[in-house]
């Protein structure tokens, strides 16, 4: 029962993610476009064109990389969780060493 719900709500969550690659897509247009017709003005706002489109190169970037996780996620559910397993571990191991540390700094002081 548990892959079959991981999968619904990486399904979802591919949809949730299209929708936003579509929008940053869209944002990029509106950045060339407003790039191309601030030409020859004053102020001209360009700077600010090329800060948008670099927004959108970044969010383009970041939503293809939730995508690719996503895809593994569906398609090798069973690594998915054993690698997420790993994770937690080895950060419950690291919040115990970080404890350790602090304690033993609280007793020499």
């Known amino acids: ?19 936003l690659l579509t929008l ?5 247009g509106a950045g060339i476009l407003m790039w ?3 030409f020859g003005t004053w102020p001209s706002y360009r ?12 969010i383009l970037f970041t939503l293809i990389l939730l995508l690719l996780v996503s895809q593994f996620v569906q ?5 998915a ?11 419950l191991v690291w ?3 970080q404890a350790a540390k602090e304690s033993k700094a609280d007793e020499e002081h």
Do not use: K
Request: proline share 2%.
């Open 81 to 91: 969780v054993f690698i997420l397993g790993l994770i937690i571990i080895a950060a």
């Open 24 to 28: 940053s897509v869209l944002l990029m």
């Open 36 to 38: 191309i017709i601030r």
């Open 47 to 58: 700077d600010d064109a090329l800060v948008l489109m670099e927004w959108a190169v970044g």
């Open 1 to 19: 029962m548990l892959p079959t719900t991981i999968s619904q709500v990486v399904g979802l969550f591919n949809i949730f993610v299209g929708l």
């Open 95 to 97: 919040l115990g060493i």
């Open 75 to 79: 398609q090798q559910t069973t690594a």
